[in-house]
């Protein structure tokens, strides 16, 4: 699988264990063996393809100009300092695909893969988080990075990312590290990471969507439905009420305290458990 590749002849319970979902962790050389990805001409091809999804800035700043769907049509944005990526590439590549399957397997996620390329002495993207589980493989070139746990919106959701991030708030210290070609680095759902790149550069972001409670709670929704408990009507709230404001309220309380004590009663059941795995355990299209 995926995960077992990058660790190569060591084993990933410790990441596992000790790092995944909590720390960032960078490996040297453990993305060797799929350098291959990071050719020009496989750039090329990707930016022909329909529907390509090509995005170019540094730093906060947007490219103006027209976006590239050729080779030298990238290379013209990287001339002019600016960072060139394609989002959810495995849509138009086999090998990127077939990265994305073996990651898919092994976190039973979506899975979304972003190739950069960034021109020689300049910056990614300004300081930033994402909602994801991030695995940045440098395929070519060398990058700088920084990295700061995040207190101002920690674990965050992909359907909650604010437009202002807030940077500004932030009090942790600042961690660095850098990246040559062949290496990887984990970087947890929420931290804070700003890039510079000390050479022409080729990465790839792969992201895990991982589950979180939300997903649980949309699960047991559709449990739910078969339940005559949570199918009942619950007492008209409008001017056809008979209650008063206060009895209204009482009786919701009621019914609400009720409706929790029998949610606590499902999620502690053994099988629930079990059917929520199997569920996540079902094939699925990778929604990238």
Request: with cysteine; net charge negative.
């Amino acid at each position: 699988m995926a995960l077992a590749e990058l660790f190569a002849d060591a084993s990933p319970e410790t990441f596992l264990r000790e790092q995944y979902l909590k720390l960032p962790f960078a490996r040297a050389g453990g993305c060797r063996h799929l350098m291959s990805l990071a050719s020009w001409d496989r750039v090329g091809q990707i930016l022909q393809q329909p529907g390509a999804d090509v995005v170019a800035g540094r730093a906060g700043e947007q490219w103006a100009g027209k976006l590239p769907a050729s080779l030298d049509e990238a290379r013209a944005v990287l001339a002019a300092g600016y960072m060139l990526g394609i989002r959810h590439s495995e849509r138009h590549d086999a090998g990127l695909a077939a990265l994305a399957a073996g990651f898919q397997a092994d976190f039973l996620a979506p899975i979304d893969i972003h190739l950069f390329c960034t021109p020689a002495d300049h910056p990614g993207y300004g300081w930033h988080y994402d909602a994801e589980e991030v695995f940045m493989l440098q395929l070519a070139g060398r990058k700088e990075w920084w990295l700061r746990k995040n207190t101002v919106n920690p674990w965050p959701l992909m359907e909650t990312l604010p437009a202002d991030m807030r940077y500004d708030r932030e009090i942790m210290p600042v961690m660095r590290c850098t990246l040559q070609a062949g290496d990887w680095l984990y970087v947890p759902a929420g931290y804070w990471h700003r890039t510079q790149s000390g050479e022409e550069s080729i990465s790839l972001s792969v992201g895990v969507q991982a589950a979180t409670a939300m997903n649980a709670f949309d699960f047991l929704r559709t449990e739910l439905l078969d339940s005559l408990r949570w199918r009942q009507r619950l007492p008209p709230a409008g001017a056809a009420t008979a209650l008063t404001a206060t009895e209204l309220q009482a009786a919701y309380e009621t019914l609400f305290a009720e409706l929790g004590r029998d949610l606590q009663r499902i999620l502690a059941r053994p099988e629930t458990a079990a059917a929520y795995l199997a569920a996540r355990r079902k094939p699925r299209a990778n929604s990238g």
